[in-house]
T-cell receptor, first 115, second 113 residues
């Protein structure tokens, strides 16, 4: 099925470990995003990539790095995980016009726990 | 900057009750407005959208009207079902100014039989 695919779905890390969340979309979208979702905080933008070859910080970029590998793939890296990074992470993409609006399509999410 | 404020939850309703979830926005340009829904354990899905003032978005019995004069985009449904239990997010984007989307904090809805 067409859409946004994230891996892994679940991950447990120890403080200080590193890991990369992978995201790929097959809708030929230009823009890709990483959000984190925490109880009572809604969705907060970590980083986004408006087009291949560009990345920009969002609201909460500290402790994260991203790579827009190509038009399809946008990865999020935690270099030294901290308990405050325990969250559910969502990748999303946009670039398709549905009746004049540019709509976000989300992946299923990656639940990360840092001990 | 641009922002979205939506009513605090959680909201609990009996089946067939009327639903309203309030959403107001702040934007300097002419944003598009969205409602997304998140079912338990899943990602967010687009529920409905509106791209200009007085547009009404609708889907699955839900409706929302883009009110520029009150900067609002309230979500309504005339008769909720148990299957509507989910978290609802109001959002805006103004692609004329940036590629960003701004979300409210979400409103959890539980519908009881």
């Amino acid at each position: 099925n067409a859409g946004v695919t994230q891996t892994p779905k679940f991950q447990v890390l120890k403080t200080g470990q590193s890991m990369t969340l992978q995201c790929a979309q097959d809708m030929n979208h230009n823009s890709m995003y990483w959000y984190r979702q925490d109880p009572g905080m809604g969705l907060r933008l970590i980083y986004y990539s408006a087009s291949e070859g560009t990345t920009d910080k969002g609201e909460v970029p500290n402790g994260y790095n991203v790579s827009r590998l190509n038009k399809r793939e946008f990865s999020l890296r935690l270099e030294s995980a901290a308990p405050s990074q325990t969250s559910v992470y969502f990748c999303a993409s946009s670039g398709g016009q549905i009746s004049g609006a540019n709509v976000l399509t989300f992946g299923a999410g990656s639940r990360l726990t840092v001990l | 900057g641009d922002s979205v404020t939506q009513m605090e939850g959680p909201v609990t309703l009996s089946e067939e009750a009327f639903l309203t979830i309030n959403c107001t926005y702040t934007a300097t340009g002419y944003p598009s407005l969205f409602w997304y829904v998140q079912y338990p354990g899943e990602g967010l899905q687009l529920l409905l959208k509106a791209t200009k003032a007085d547009d009404k978005g609708s889907n699955k019995g839900f409706e929302a009207t883009y009110r520029k004069e009150t900067t609002s985009f309230h979500l309504e449904k005339g008769s909720v079902q148990v299957s509507d239990s989910a978290v609802y997010f109001c959002a805006l984007s103004d692609l004329g100014r940036s590629n960003q989307f701004y979300f409210g904090t979400g409103t959890s809805l539980t519908v009881i039989p």
